[in-house]
């Protein structure tokens, strides 16, 4: 927390005497680096905490309400909600007390606390809220001062209110003045204050133990009357509450909560000395002695005042005159008005200089970019007269209001709910066991901080639930607003080791189940790159339907040379992903053996029960064969690659095209890239291989998408089942080619050894279908797509259309209707797989009609020799076969915008790299010039579409 002070309160001036601060956060303002420190007060125990506590604490309540309040809830009601609120104070400082003896606090007081503590979604709402109590409190004891002067020299004018606002806004000018002095001028004519409010006090309070008649007047209508002191005679009719109709309590009959919402303000100024914390010599120690003697002292005196109160007048005669501490004064009651106007004044200037701190320190963490102007501090005391000026402003139209009635309920839910968050803060500090909470200061403990934040809360709604909820109604939505726009911070807030712990727990829970039920499958990526493929992460980004995606980079070298920089690279993708909305992990490491480094991430990925299912690698292009780019293009994984990478991720583009071109991961060859995609099945993970993707396109709020547009299609391919075949002479041709039977079509039903069965007479559509294998999650691939927005121009809910074509070796020319049948049975599987899709879009093309859509499939057929025995795709050479279904592909590609294609089975492990490549040049030939392009491979044994409720 020392660093985080620091950075707070190191700030410059300017040229014109302004200070300007750094702060720990890259979001906060950094203008005055460099330049010289300003100076800064030190302010002792008793000036700087205990004398302005006090001073706030017996303020104008205790002139002006509480004789009233003890007419009205009697010695024991009154005193109890002394000792309520007393309560309420005392813990609050206890866990305030924990709080700023665990490290050193900058200026802003409970605002810098909370948000330290809490993060800076719930400092800046609290803080914010905060400051509007303090303004408001401004106005508060203006008013108070106002009231005091007008009953006292224009008692019987007829319109009290106006008069009320034009005294009000005199002494709130001259408690700006004072406030633009500085806090050490405050500080010295905080004693003065200090001296004669507790003169006025002492008199008021032995006036009523002596036996005297005095003249008093109703402060409602005017009527005058004569009144007898007689200590302690009233004391026992008093105890009981009295209560009556009064227009203090809005003209109704007056009730506990009313008195306690009115009464409240009476330990509000226990944050005075906290929000002074910038102008502390030693806050650590002054804030907990100062604010708990002042808490201690003022309970004393207000119960001594109660009692005298109550013992020494008639209850209706406290109804009717509020001012009955001046008039009861012996000798002239210009020495009780002097002390309610010093108090007045003295509460207000504490309420100003506190609020304008709170604000001022709000302003330097840049919380919103309207607070900026007010982190100006001056050079000498780092004086926020910006935040005073304004401060000022605020209280000036709340003083047009004329009633602390009004006034003093919403004071009282602005500062239970401050008090509610410090306890909060001490207690979840406390209950986490944070290694770093060790406060000096050792009278709290959780249960107590906890006990706090709920009294404080319950009191509130009690009190007035009406304001107690329009409380939480303005929290809540400037916490909301923080979450998406506020400042990124390093602060290490609670909210860290909250989210820490929960994580952790439901990351334990998901390791106790044995699996991931299949009705909640989804796709969890680990996404193998070596540069900014950004058309390739948006795609896995829309694709992945609320799963994991980790992006995994391998820099090939020594751990020794290469470890910093791969450190370097983990930041700038993670400010990527943050830049681009990319909900994504990065995890970079440093090898030189690139598969062993895939093999490891590939076995690693993922976190107790956030396992990665499905690898994703681009496509590996060969130069010369399957692409023109050169070598160096292709395989530039260099230092000088890497920091070039690093900066174009720590600069994309605000809008449009973004990221560079997709290079080959780190491999040596098509025979180790084989490797790998075998690796990847051995694991039993799904392996998707993508091709032609272009570059991202980032919108106008900085979401990477696919496509710059809308397209209307997502195509979906299944072409038999692929089988490769290696001719017994090494470097041999591979050929891929369908299965023997002829009656195939894509029904997915497993046996007992879940292996896939694929039969016309096995499809029985009363009976569940088992969706395993590689057509299911195909299907299931495309529909997540279907529903995915894949470019900044289309609506939110904008779908795309699935399509499902399936190249099958069947024969349409005997009328034998197996097409018809296969279709069926497509239309069957999708309807009970609910995949989202109509049926005039599922098309089963047989050989006679790839014979008339292909040219080069007819011309291969009339090639051959007269025979009875059709041609089958699978007697054609497999680049031929390649070839043939790319040209069918186009055909239906125009307005697609995502080709799934199934991957045939790679080479084995051990086979040459001639074939690899010949694999590779297949791969190749068949997404030629074709859209986006996923070819899909299933290694998971899981059912990827489930039908169960």
């Known amino acids: ?368 970019r309207i607070l900026k102007p007010f982190a100006w501090g001056s050079k000498k005391g780092d004086e926020p007269r910006v935040a005073v000026l304004f401060t000022w402003l605020v209280a000036q139209a709340c003083v047009m209001i004329g009633d602390i009635d009004v006034v003093a309920p919403i004071e009282t839910s602005f500062f239970c709910l401050s008090y509610a968050m410090v306890n909060l803060a001490c207690f979840l500090l406390s209950a986490m066991n944070a290694p770093n909470f060790r406060p000096e200061f050792r009278f709290y403990s959780w249960p107590l901080s906890l006990f706090g934040f709920v009294l404080n809360l319950g009191i509130m709604f009690y009190l007035a639930w009406e304001y107690a909820l329009g409380t939480v109604t303005a929290m809540t939505l400037l916490f909301v607003y923080l979450s998406y726009y506020g400042p990124v911070t390093d602060w290490g807030d609670i909210s860290n080791e909250l989210i820490f712990h929960q994580v952790r727990k439901y990351l334990l829970k998901l390791e106790t189940l044995k699996a991931t039920p299949s009705k909640f499958w989804k796709p969890n990526f680990l996404v193998l790159v070596d540069n900014c493929d950004t058309g390739m992460l948006a795609f896995c980004n829309s694709l992945k339907k609320g799963g994991l995606m980790v992006v995994g980079q391998v820099l090939v070298g020594e751990l020794t040379e290469l470890h910093p920089l791969s450190l370097r690279l983990r930041t700038a993708w993670t400010e990527f992903f943050q830049t681009t909305k990319l909900k994504s992990f990065i995890h970079t490491t440093t090898s030189p053996q690139p598969r062993q480094a895939y093999q490891v991430l590939q076995d690693a990925s993922g976190l107790g029960g956030m396992n990665v299912n499905t690898v994703v690698l681009p496509f590996f292009e060969i130069s010369g064969v399957t692409t023109s780019r050169t070598a160096e293009e292709l395989h530039p994984s260099t230092a000088q690659h890497y920091e070039s990478l690093i900066q174009k991720l720590k600069e994309p583009e605000s809008e449009g095209e973004i990221g560079s071109k997709s290079c080959n991961l780190p491999l040596e060859s098509p025979r180790e890239f084989c490797q790998v995609i075998n690796d990847v099945l051995f694991f039993q993970k799904n392996l998707i291989v993508t091709r032609n993707f272009k570059q991202g396109i980032r919108g106008s709020k900085g979401r990477l998408y696919t496509h710059a547009w809308s397209q209307p299609f997502v195509d979906v391919w299944i072409i038999g089942a692929w089988d490769f075949q290696v001719n017994a002479s090494a470097g041999a041709a591979p050929r891929l080619r369908f299965a023997e039977n002829n009656s195939y079509c894509p029904v997915a039903v497993s046996d007992t050894d879940g292996n896939e069965s694929l039969s016309m007479s096995v499809l029985d559509e009363s009976k569940p279908i088992c969706f395993t294998g590689l057509v299911s999650l195909l299907l299931q691939l495309g529909q997540i797509f279907s529903h995915a927005r894949i470019g900044p121009g289309g609506r939110r809910h904008q779908r795309q259309k699935l399509r499902l074509f399936h190249v099958a070796d069947i024969d349409t020319t005997r009328g034998s209707g197996e097409a018809e049948v296969a279709t069926q049975h497509l239309r069957a599987l999708c309807k009970q797989g609910r995949v989202d899709i109509s049926d005039d879009d599922i098309k089963v093309i047989s050989s006679l009609d790839l014979e008339q859509a292909v040219p080069d499939f007819a011309d291969w057929v009339a090639s051959r020799p007269a025979s009875n025995d059709r041609v089958r795709l699978t007697d054609i050479p497999s680049g031929v076969q390649a070839t043939i279904l790319n040209k069918l592909i186009k055909q239906h590609s125009v307005e697609t915008c995502q080709v799934f294609l199934p991957l045939p089975p790679p080479p084995d492990v051990d086979s040459p790299n001639t074939v690899a490549g010949a694999y590779l040049q297949v791969l190749s030939s068949m997404s030629d010039q074709l859209p986006p392009t996923a070819f899909v491979a299933s290694g998971e044994t899981t059912q990827f579409i489930s039908t169960l409720l």
Not at 51 to 66: A, E, H, K, Q, T
Not at 85 to 97: D, E, K, N
Not at 193 to 213: A, E, L, R
Request: hydrophobic share 45%.
């Open 1 to 368: 927390m020392a660093s985080e002070t620091d950075a707070l309160l190191s700030s410059a001036p300017g040229p014109d005497g302004s200070v300007n601060s750094s702060s720990d956060s890259p979001s906060v303002l950094e203008e005055g680096k460099g330049k010289q420190e300003q100076h800064k007060n030190q302010l002792g125990t008793i000036n700087g905490c205990y004398v302005p506590c006090l001073l706030n604490i017996m303020g104008i309540i205790l002139f002006l309400r509480l004789g009233w309040a003890v007419g009205q809830a009697g010695i024991g009601v009154t005193w109890s909600i002394l000792c309520i609120a007393t309560l309420q104070a005392v813990i609050t400082v206890l866990s305030l007390s924990a709080l700023v003896t665990n490290g050193t606090i900058a200026s802003g007081g409970s605002y810098y606390m909370i948000s330290r503590c809490l993060g800076p979604e719930f400092g800046g709402s609290i803080g914010l809220l905060f400051y509007a109590a303090y303004a408001m409190g401004v106005a508060f004891y203006t008013i108070g001062f106002a009231t005091a002067v007008q009953t006292t020299f224009w008692p019987d004018v007829n319109e009290p209110e106006w008069i009320v606002r034009a005294i009000g806004s005199c002494g709130l000018f001259f408690v700006l003045a004072i406030s633009l002095a500085g806090a050490e001028f405050f500080a010295k004519f905080n004693i003065l204050f200090f001296v004669i409010q507790f003169g006025s006090i002492f008199v008021g309070m032995v006036s009523m133990t002596v036996p005297h008649s005095f003249t008093g007047q109703s402060t409602f209508n005017g009527t005058s009357f004569n009144v007898t002191t007689d200590f302690p005679h009233h004391f026992t009719q008093n105890w009981k509450p009295h209560f009556a109709v009064s227009p203090s309590c809005h003209g109704e009959q007056c009730e506990f909560h009313m008195l306690f919402a009115i009464l409240f303000p009476m330990v509000t100024g226990i944050m005075e000395g906290a929000n002074l914390s910038g102008d502390l010599k030693d806050p650590a120690k002054s804030i907990p002695k100062g604010t708990l003697w002042a808490l201690f002292t003022s309970f004393v005196i207000y119960t001594l005042l109660i009692f005298a109160f109550g013992s020494t007048f008639p209850y209706l005669y406290l109804h009717a005159d509020q001012n009955v501490f001046q008039n009861v004064c012996v000798g002239s009651i210009y020495i009780v008005v002097t002390g309610i106007i010093i108090s007045s004044i003295s509460s207000a200037l504490g309420s100003l200089f506190g609020g304008s701190r709170v604000l001022q320190a709000m302003g330097r963490d840049n919380l919103m």
